[in-house]
């Protein structure tokens, strides 16, 4: 496991090796639990069964780790601030080869409200998929794969690729120097 | 300048291994590494698709870079494809 160390002890980010180990939802909820919380909101990203109609056994996750672990460290940071000082985050990300039901992602945001809970977690989750540099490969039963289509990176071109998917893209994280 | 170019997601299909080493002599911005990249990948990489490159970030391990950035001293660099996390 690639964890980040960080100063702020309200934040946990780490990339799990899935030839090494597995994300552990248990470790998110322990992380993120206090006493001063009423509320805890996890996301859990697992590898499902298709994709567009098509039968998956698995995905290979690509990610260039040191800036992804900058990404969730920076995207928790933004959350923990806007819903603490209380707050909580825990961020994992699986990278390789991961089979059919594996996790993926988990995400977790503890607060003293449910509110502030489901809008840091959904904050958070967004930006990792929209912003941490993590390529997706899919591979089908016929035995072809195809990298998946996602979001651009780059500055003005940042909507064209993901926008075909229907979904919202948040700030870019204050990475880009 | 010499580039150790890291390669992800879809353009590691072109790279024969994951990290390139090139030398593109006069360059001082990451336009320029692009626009040299570009002509490099043409010239290399049957197949290659400059719309992808295009669409792709420049990046070191801290940060991604802007296009009138001026390229880090130690000439490392990574190309960022469209993401697809989660």
Redesign the interface.
């Given at each position: 496991m690639h964890e980040q160390p960080h100063s702020d002890p309200r934040i946990a980010c780490a990339v799990v090796d899935i030839a090494e180990a597995r994300l552990d939802v248990q470790a998110a909820l322990d992380f993120v639990g206090d006493d001063a919380h009423g509320g805890i909101d996890v996301f859990i990203g697992r590898v499902r069964a298709s994709s567009h109609g098509r039968q998956c056994v698995g995905i290979h996750y690509d990610m260039f780790d040191a800036l992804a672990l900058n990404v969730f460290r920076a995207t928790a940071a933004a959350a923990v601030e806007r819903y603490g000082p209380a707050a909580k985050c825990y961020v994992a990300h699986a990278k390789g080869r991961l089979a059919v039901g594996d996790l993926a992602v988990v995400i977790a945001f503890g607060s003293p409200h449910r509110d502030e809970a489901f809008r840091g977690c959904r904050e958070v989750i967004e930006a990792v998929k929209h912003q941490a540099p993590i390529w997706k490969q899919e591979h089908f039963v016929d035995g072809l794969s195809e990298w998946s289509e996602g979001c651009s990176l780059c500055g003005d071109a940042h909507a064209q690729a993901g926008d075909a998917a229907g979904h919202a893209h948040a700030e870019p994280a204050a990475v880009r120097a | 300048m010499k580039i150790s170019l890291?390669l992800?997601?879809?353009f590691?299909?072109f790279g024969a291994a994951p990290e390139l080493a090139l030398e593109f002599p006069g360059i001082a911005t990451v336009a320029d590494f692009r626009a040299a990249f570009d002509a490099w990948a043409r010239a290399h990489w049957p197949g290659y698709p400059p719309g992808l490159l295009?669409?792709?970030?420049?990046?070191?391990?801290?940060?991604?870079?802007?296009?009138d950035?001026a390229l880090p001293a130690d000439g490392r660099l990574?190309l960022?494809?469209?993401?697809?996390?989660?």
């Open positions: - | 890291q992800f997601g879809r590691r299909d295009q669409a792709s970030a420049i990046a070191t391990e801290s940060s991604l870079l802007r296009a950035s990574a960022l494809p469209p993401v697809s996390g989660g």
